[in-house]
Each structure stands twice: as C-alpha cells, then as structure tokens.
C-alpha cells in the first residue's frame, strides 16, 4: 500500500479534529495511520501494476474468444453448405 497517501490521509484527519486534541495529534495520527492502514488491508485491493497486467491479458483472451467465434461461425456455415448441396 502507498504509506504516503496513508501518512497524508490521517495527517489530513488529525488537522480537522478539535483544537483541545492538538496536543496529542502526533499519538491520533499514528493511531489513525494505523487504523486506516487496517481498513485498506482488509479491502484486499491489488496494485495497479497487477491490474493493468490482468487487463492486458483479459483483452487478449477477448480478441482470442472472437476469433475462435467467428472460426465456428465460418465452419458452421461451410458445413450447412455442404450438408444443403445436392448429392452427386
């Protein structure tokens, strides 16, 4: 997980809590860093470079897939000719 958008999420969050807790905001923020650190961790989200590769590979599975389609399109319709031609 990227630590900096997790350091500048609860840095963002210990900033809008009440003045009266200013004293105590680097202990909030390590606290909140790991709490939301949990949170993210259960999310079990992958990394984008993960994502972009299993997008690639869906495409080309894709491409594949309509390829293989009108292949059996093209060998249905050759064999309803020749099953339909007239018998020598």
């Known amino acids: 997980m990227n630590t ?11 900033e809008g809590l009440p003045p009266g ?21 259960r999310l079990e989200l992958v990394p984008r470079e993960e994502f972009e590769v299993q997008k690639a590979v869906l495409a080309r599975t894709r491409q594949k897939l309509r390829a293989l389609e009108e292949r059996l399109a093209a060998l249905e319709a050759k064999g309803e000719e020749e099953s339909s031609a007239p018998a020598d």
């Open 4 to 14: 900096r958008f997790l350091d500048e999420l609860s840095r963002r969050l210990s």
């Open 21 to 41: 807790l200013a004293g105590s905001e680097s202990e909030l923020r390590r606290h909140l860093r790991a709490m939301l650190e949990g949170m993210v961790n």
